[in-house]
C-alpha cells in the first residue's frame, strides 16, 4: 500500500496579472464525486468571474480501496471558456507534476482588460494552481478506507474504546442501535475488523 501526496485541507491564494485577478482554489478530493461537487461550490460562489477552470486528479472508482496497480486515477481539465490549452491543461500540469492527488482545483479569473496571450494564461493559471496548493499545504497520507460498525449499546463502549485506543477517526451516531463511522488505513483495517470481532464474540456488525 503505497502513501501518497495529497493536500491537508481547502485553501485559496489570489494575485492579479496586468488587471486580471485570478483565484487559486484548491480542496482534497477522495472520489469523482466530490471533486465535481467542489467544482460546482466554487463556480456558484464565484458566479461573477469570467472563468472558472477546474482541474482534478481523483481515483477513477469510489475512493476507498488502493494498492499497487488497482485504482486508476481519473483526470479532468477544461478551459472553462479560455484559449484552447491556455487553462485547464496547465493547471492540471501543476497536479501531475507535482505527483499530488485526490485534490481538485478551481481557478478563478476576473478580467482586467488586457489580453493576455495563450503564453501568459497557462503561466497565470500554472501559478494559481501552485500557491494554491502552497496555501493548502501538501502531505504524504496513507490509503485510507471507510468502515461502518453497528453494535448494540452493551457493546458500544467496547467498540468506541478498540477505535480510540488505535487512533482511528470516526463519528458516532446513538439511535436504536450505535453506529460508527470510521476511516481507517487500509493496512490496519483487517485487523481492527478481527479485534473488533474478537473483543465483541462477533456481535459487531462490519460493513
Same mark, same amino acid.
Given at each position: 500500500?503505497?502513501?501518497? %501526496?495529497? *493536500?491537508?485541507?481547502?485553501?485559496?491564494?489570489?494575485?492579479? *496579472?496586468?488587471?486580471?485577478?485570478?483565484?487559486? $482554489?484548491?480542496?482534497?478530493? @477522495?472520489?469523482?464525486?466530490?471533486?465535481?461537487?467542489?467544482?460546482?461550490?466554487?463556480?456558484?460562489?464565484?458566479?461573477?468571474?469570467?472563468?472558472?477552470?477546474?482541474?482534478?486528479?481523483?481515483?477513477?472508482? @469510489?475512493?476507498?480501496?488502493? +494498492?499497487? =496497480?488497482?485504482?486508476?486515477?481519473?483526470?479532468?481539465?477544461?478551459?472553462? =471558456?479560455?484559449?484552447?490549452? +491556455?487553462?485547464?491543461?496547465?493547471? %492540471?500540469?501543476?497536479?501531475?507534476?507535482?505527483?499530488?492527488?485526490? *485534490?481538485?482545483?478551481? !481557478?478563478?479569473?476576473?478580467?482586467?482588460?488586457?489580453?493576455?496571450? *495563450?503564453?501568459?494564461?497557462?503561466?497565470?493559471? +500554472?501559478?494559481?494552481?501552485?500557491? &494554491? %496548493?502552497?496555501?493548502? =499545504?501538501?502531505?504524504?497520507? !496513507?490509503? $485510507?478506507?471507510?468502515?461502518?460498525?453497528?453494535?448494540?449499546?452493551?457493546? +458500544? &463502549?467496547? !467498540?468506541? &474504546?478498540?477505535?480510540?485506543?488505535?487512533? !482511528?477517526?470516526? @463519528?458516532?451516531?446513538? @439511535?436504536?442501535?450505535?453506529?460508527?463511522?470510521?476511516?481507517?488505513?487500509?493496512?490496519?483495517? &483487517?485487523?481492527?475488523?478481527?479485534?473488533?470481532?474478537?473483543?465483541?464474540?462477533?456481535?459487531?456488525?462490519?460493513?
Amino acid at each position: 500500500m503505497e502513501p501518497y %501526496l495529497t *493536500v491537508s485541507g481547502r485553501a485559496a491564494a489570489e494575485f492579479e *496579472v496586468r488587471g486580471s485577478r485570478f483565484v487559486g $482554489h484548491v480542496a482534497p478530493a @477522495d472520489t469523482v464525486a466530490a471533486a465535481e461537487a467542489f467544482v460546482e461550490a466554487v463556480a456558484d460562489e464565484y458566479d461573477d468571474a469570467t472563468h472558472n477552470v477546474p482541474a482534478y486528479r481523483v481515483p477513477a472508482g @469510489d475512493g476507498t480501496a488502493r +494498492s499497487p =496497480g488497482e485504482v486508476m486515477l481519473r483526470e479532468y481539465s477544461s478551459d472553462d =471558456g479560455e484559449p484552447t490549452g +491556455s487553462a485547464g491543461k496547465p493547471a %492540471l500540469n501543476v497536479l501531475q507534476q507535482g505527483d499530488v492527488e485526490r *485534490v481538485a482545483a478551481v !481557478v478563478t479569473r476576473y478580467y482586467g482588460g488586457t489580453n493576455l496571450g *495563450v503564453g501568459g494564461l497557462a503561466r497565470a493559471y +500554472s501559478s494559481a494552481v501552485k500557491e &494554491g %496548493l502552497d496555501a493548502a =499545504g501538501v502531505v504524504e497520507e !496513507v490509503p $485510507h478506507e471507510r468502515v461502518v460498525l453497528t453494535a448494540e449499546y452493551d457493546d +458500544s &463502549g467496547t !467498540v468506541r &474504546g478498540i477505535l480510540e485506543s488505535e487512533g !482511528v477517526e470516526f @463519528d458516532a451516531d446513538y @439511535d436504536a442501535e450505535v453506529t460508527f463511522a470510521a476511516r481507517v488505513a487500509v493496512e490496519d483495517a &483487517g485487523d481492527l475488523r478481527d479485534r473488533l470481532r474478537s473483543a465483541t464474540s462477533g456481535r459487531v456488525d462490519i460493513e
